[in-house]
């Protein structure tokens, strides 16, 4: 038979298309369809070009080893408790077309696993060697050839990769030696404390071994680890390094030491440690503190993570590695997994690969893996990012240690996700107090005869002899005894050590002292300055061309220089201008970002005719700090947490969260409630990051109307926030500049606005930027002192409606005090502001949100130098009308009942200040309308 008589008789004009291309170029040619043509053509010349039925049956070779490569990981021996479910079809040879008489046949296909001509039978015993044994491998759905093919050359010659030296035995022994002796010593010591073992997962600590000792080898200086509660002191003890002391003083402790309030649990806490390798290298590990919801630690791992990258090593992703420890019921269930996940090929949000490694205990509490779940693996959601997916047996430590080398190539080399799933069980409840046969009875008469990870590798070790019974016996007593004696030790004292986690990256910074916000500290800049970053920020480089409507946006920012009329974003882009000459970086991200949800902002400009972006606060000074905003995704709960653990690594950068409306916060309520507010009780933390909320009732509905003030007020207690809600740009100007020049960091949380980006007198002039502080508090200017007979306070854009309508009815009697620091609130330079103005008899409280919203109910607990009547629209389960009309109708009844004359019994009644008391409910039922 000749060439093209072999190639005619596959009957495929796609083969023949590929042989084509393969004489044209071989390199145009994926990889085994290139051996298997290079073996026809050898078989060609050595005139064993095959039949017609032994020729189709090459192509049958071919699609078995498709098969494996694409369906072997459903037939593995994966799993150490269960019998693993069926699939179909199957793998057997008679599903491709072939037969029980083929086994003995010589194929060139062979060829593409890299073992050349080879009879079927020893083709599917590589198959089956590679892909359907301990690890099976989830990678040809991935649309990159160069990593399918990669892979593919790394895992078939699967039995060389598989050797490990005694050295290298010994090593893996030690480290399941402490892993699961650690559990059984606190087991014993500590009967009945909770501290979510991972017996059952033990290989975990030989697998982080690995990860860390294959990664410094590749390059990588840091580790960035998230994790939840499982296992967590382990990992402490045996990977971080955290002495046995600390770890057993958790247990036994009586109160913290020096700035921890309140504290947390033992398996929450974070810690840092630089440990050496191996070979001697030195690598910095930091375990991030983290809740107990499930997942939360993911986005502000990768924040950190990214944060690093960039200001420690010039953007160079193979230095730092985020590792993710996920149960296998959170990161099939919690939605912030596939946010993060969706975020890590993003420009803004990448970070060179994540190495995910999944504690799968095939249940999650008490629910079975079944109830958990609809995909087939935990780990499906791998397929977003087209990520490989190793399923290892978590018994077989050292395919589990071989797949771990295998995945930090493919992270380093592809900068890529990679997920691994680590097949175990729990061998106690969810707690070691918690009876787990009440829900799995099958399941735990199963575990309860099966034998932990090391015994079951000593006893392997010991037949190959490279320990004997004795030798194993006698380093299990010696680490017992070593556990004894740091036991003995941790009873000495009952203080319970909490170090500051980031340590190093926060030096030159303090904890906040009430008199930190007794005032603020001068943040003027220069006009000289001013005006020269106005210049930079109005001019567009002459080379391009840009779309026209810019042009006219700059023309309008050069007349607000002109006229000395700065609007909001004007101050906003000065104040990141003058920040990133003074050398401190600036970053921002959220939806919408770089235009600004209300098209205020502009920080990019986009090219005419092209997606390329030109970014005017890039190009101030040839050593200013670096400017970077982004668009993120439409995520707020992993966005939000990605940030706040980038401002948690780098606290000399302005580090920002915008929310395309304010009341999409609560979506990421959980990185509010657990982090923001109080991780500094908790764990010490101080943070920096900058929310912007835009708030403001403007009859845009329930849902784009309220920033949820009262929310956050009921958080806020020990200065652990600061809450603002500017009236001017020079304040918010101020109040940024205040945010990285203080020698200390706390959250703050901006309600931006959304009208007053254009309101006419929401304007400053250039001298009010020059000089000055940020005011918490901005009193009235306008009124005499001794004429007043009303003060009302207020906070945000409801005061210029308050001034309009006292020019309307010349109530000059009347001062309007705007607190533009919600919280810590100025409580001092309030009363400074009641004494001023004492002859006045009546106090009000105004505000455009219903009674039992915004911050009326704060002010009401916490200040009570003067009984304040409140004007606010009527209590409400929704924030505000959906009708503009009613809105207004509402707004206009505010403004009556704050400037009433008391003419008549309706209206004494309802003023106070006749009659002395005042009907806040008969009100507010009269402003509904």
């Not at 290892?392 to 890529?416: C, H, K, P, W």
């Not at 600036?586 to 390329?612: M, P």
């Amino acid at each position: 038979m000749d060439k093209q008589s072999w190639l005619g008789s596959a009957d495929s004009s796609y083969i023949e298309s590929l042989y084509t291309y393969y004489k044209k170029d071989p390199s145009t040619v994926e990889k085994s369809w290139r051996t298997f043509f290079e073996g026809f053509e050898f078989a060609l010349k050595s005139d064993q070009v095959p039949c017609d039925d032994a020729f189709e049956k090459e192509f049958n070779v071919i699609a078995l080893i498709d098969g494996y490569r694409l369906r072997g990981h459903l037939f593995t021996k994966t799993n150490p408790v269960r019998t693993r479910r069926q699939y179909s079809p199957t793998l057997d040879i008679e599903n491709f077309g072939l037969s029980a008489e083929d086994l003995e046949t010589v194929f060139q296909a062979g060829r593409n696993i890299g073992i050349g001509p080879a009879k079927l039978r020893d083709i599917i015993d590589h198959l089956q060697q590679t892909y359907c044994q301990s690890v099976g491998v989830e990678f040809i759905y991935i649309r990159v050839p160069e990593k399918v093919q990669w892979l593919k050359d790394k895992m078939e010659p699967v039995k060389n990769a598989m050797i490990f030296t005694d050295q290298e035995k010994r090593h893996i022994y030690h480290h399941l030696k402490v892993a699961v002796g650690f559990e059984q010593f606190i087991h014993r010591r500590f009967v009945g404390q909770k501290r979510f073992s991972l017996e059952g997962t033990e290989t975990l600590i030989p697998a982080l071994d690995a990860v860390i000792e294959k990664g410094s080898e590749l390059g990588i200086e840091e580790f960035v680890i998230g994790m939840a509660h499982r296992g967590r002191l382990n990992v402490l003890a045996n990977i971080l390094q955290k002495s046995y002391e600390d770890i057993f003083s958790e247990f036994n402790g009586k109160q913290y030491n020096e700035q921890i309030a309140l504290g947390d649990v033992k398996y929450h806490l974070g810690y840092n440690s630089t440990i050496t390798t191996d070979k001697g290298k030195g690598v910095r590990l930091s375990l991030v503190p983290n809740p107990s919801h499930l997942e939360a630690v993911d986005p502000v791992v990768l924040g950190i993570a990214r944060a690093k990258t960039d200001q420690k090593y010039n953007k160079d992703f193979s230095k730092v590695a985020p590792i993710l420890i996920h149960g296998d019921s959170a990161i099939a269930a919690q939605g912030v997994v596939y946010e993060v996940i969706q975020m890590t090929e993003l420009k803004g949000y990448k970070n060179g690969g994540t190495i995910h490694l999944v504690l799968n205990n095939q249940v999650g509490f008490t629910t079975n893996y079944l109830d958990a779940r609809s995909s087939t693996y935990c780990t499906d959601i791998a397929r977003v990012t087209k990520s490989p997916v190793f399923h290892v047996n978590g018994d077989d430590v050292e395919a589990l240690i071989y797949t771990i080398r295998l995945a930090m190539e493919f992270r380093q080399v592809f900068q890529s996700d990679v997920f691994i799933d680590i097949l175990g069980y729990r061998r106690f409840g969810h707690n070691e107090s918690d009876e787990p046969r009440f829900t799995q009875p099958l399941l735990y008469k199963q575990i309860s005869r099966h034998p932990n990870a090391r015994d079951i590798y000593s006893g392997k070790l010991t037949d190959q002899g490279i320990f004997s019974r004795d030798e194993i016996a006698e380093q299990e007593k010696d680490y017992n005894r070593l556990l004894e004696d740091k036991l003995k030790k941790s009873k000495e004292g009952t203080m319970v050590k909490i170090d500051q986690f980031l340590k190093d990256d926060w030096k030159g910074f303090r904890y906040s002292r009430s008199e930190d916000f007794a005032g603020s500290p001068e943040t003027g800049v220069k006009k000289e300055i001013l005006l020269e970053i106005a210049e930079k920020i109005n001019s567009l480089p002459g080379d391009r061309k840009f779309f026209r409507k810019i042009n006219r946006l700059l023309g309008d920012r050069k007349k607000m220089i002109e006229n000395n009329r700065l609007d909001w974003a004007l101050c906003e882009l000065m104040a990141y201008g003058s920040l990133l000459l003074e050398g401190f970086p600036v970053r921002i991200s959220g939806q919408d970002s770089e235009r600004g949800t209300f098209s205020h902002r502009h920080a990019a400009y986009v090219l005419e005719d092209s997606d390329e972006k030109y970014f005017p606060l890039k190009h101030l000074s040839d050593s200013q700090a670096g400017f970077h905003i982004y668009n993120s995704p439409l995520s707020e709960y992993g966005v939000m947490g990605y940030e706040y653990g980038y401002a948690l690594a780098t606290p000399r950068t302005l580090t920002i969260w915008e929310a395309q409306f304010g009341d999409f916060v609560n979506m990421a309520q959980v990185i509010i409630d657990q982090y923001i507010s109080s991780a500094e009780e908790k764990w010490g933390l101080m943070n920096g990051l900058v929310l912007y909320l835009p708030h403001g009732y403007e009859g845009q509905g329930p849902e784009h109307s309220s920033a949820r003030i009262e929310r956050f007020l009921n958080l806020c207690a020990s200065n652990n926030m600061q809450l603002v809600n500017c009236t001017t740009p020079a304040n918010f100007f101020h109040v940024l500049r205040r945010q990285i020049l203080q020698p200390f960091r706390v959250p703050l949380i901006i309600f931006t606005p959304k009208s007053l980006l254009r309101h006419p007198m929401s304007v400053s002039g250039i001298e009010e930027l020059t000089s000055g502080s940020f005011r918490e508090l901005i009193d009235d200017d306008i009124v005499v002192p001794d004429e007043v007979n009303q003060v009302v306070f207020t906070s945000g854009r409801l005061y210029y409606d308050l001034v309009r309508r006292r020019e309307e009815t010349g109530a000059f009697d009347t001062a309007i005090i705007r607190i533009e620091q919600i919280y810590p609130l100025p409580a001092e330079k309030m009363r400074e502001a009641i004494r001023k103005y004492s002859p006045a008899e009546r106090f009000v409280w105004a505000q455009d949100e219903p009674e039992n919203m915004g911050p009326w109910s704060y002010i009401q607990r916490v200040f009570n130098e003067v009984q304040f009547f409140p004007v606010s629209r009527p209590e409400s389960g929704s924030p505000a009308s959906g009708l503009l009309e009613l809105h207004k109708k509402r707004l206009n009844k505010i403004l009556d009942k704050v400037f009433m004359e008391c003419d008549c019994e309706l209206q004494r009644k309802y003023c106070g200040q006749k009659c002395g008391k005042y009907y806040i409910r008969e009100l507010n039922r009269d402003i509904a309308g």
